[in-house]
T-cell receptor, first 113, second 111 residues
Framework: DVKVTQSSRYLVKRTGEKVFLECVQDMDHENMFWYRQDPGLGLRLIYFSYDVKMKEKGDIPEGYSVSREKKERFSLILESASTNQTSMYLC????????????FGPGTRLTVL | GIQVEQSPPDLILQEGANSTLRCNFSDSVNNLQWFHQNPWGQLINLFYIPSGTKQNGRLSATTVATERYSLLYISSSQTTDSGVYFCAVDRGGYNNNDMRFGAGTRLTVKP
């Protein structure tokens, strides 16, 4: 089975802190994604990556950056956390031969105080 | 982008009841998935079903791509079925950045 793991289930940070959210998948998937999920807004795509060192902006990239130095790891970075970035963050990956089939990690619930 | 509408938004059932969740989408799609988000936030793949019918235990799904809808059937519901069910679609192709999620159906199964 595909396994997508995220570094933390719950995280509490202060405004202005730099925050790293890590996502690792163990199935050699080419494509990886970061979403945030908010009540009433559903899931929204922040960034995605098709290959190592490659990144593309999603719908709401402002205030975020990403890093993909290794194929299995996709990191989401909040350069200076703000309270409106309090959310559930979900990472997903897809295999190259079935790009429409996404596998999700357990999510990280981030609270910015 | 593609609009995805799910209905009903909320559903409350007694254990053992059957239910049908619907997903309508506004344009032709090449990919469609159903997910279950459990109370802990984990999104679990249920079906990858851009067309046709699939069954997995008590769950089954049907997508009629030409009519732009998909249905998720849950039979003999159990309390562990509670959570939010999401439908997600996209047009496919190499640039898989157009996946759209519906707002979800929140299912509560009471013992």
């Amino acid at each position: 089975d595909v396994k997508v793991t995220q570094s933390s289930r719950y995280l509490v940070k202060r405004t202005g802190e730099k925050v790293f959210l890590e996502c690792v998948q163990d199935m050699d998937h080419e494509n990886m994604f970061w979403y945030r999920q908010d009540p009433g807004l559903g899931l929204r795509l922040i960034y995605f990556s098709y290959d190592v060192k490659m990144k593309e902006k999603g719908d709401i990239p402002e205030g975020y950056s990403v890093s993909r130095e290794k194929k299995e790891r996709f990191s989401l970075i909040l350069e200076s956390a703000s309270t409106n970035q309090t959310s559930m963050y979900l990472c997903a990956s897809t295999p190259e031969d079935a790009p429409g089939e996404q596998f999700f990690g357990p999510g990280t619930r981030l609270t910015v105080l | 982008g593609i609009q995805v509408e799910q209905s009903p938004p909320d559903l409350i059932l007694q254990e053992g009841a059957n239910s049908t969740l619907r997903c309508n989408f506004s344009d032709s799609v090449n990919n469609l998935q159903w997910f279950h988000q459990n109370p802990w936030g984990q999104l679990i793949n249920l079906f990858y079903i851009p067309s046709g019918t699939k069954q997995n235990g008590r769950l089954s799904a049907t997508t009629v791509a030409t009519e732009r809808y998909s249905l998720l059937y849950i039979s003999s519901s159990q309390t562990t079925d509670s959570g939010v069910y999401f439908c997600a679609v996209d047009r496919g192709g190499y640039n898989n950045n157009d996946m759209r999620f519906g707002a979800g159906t929140r299912l509560t199964v009471k013992p």
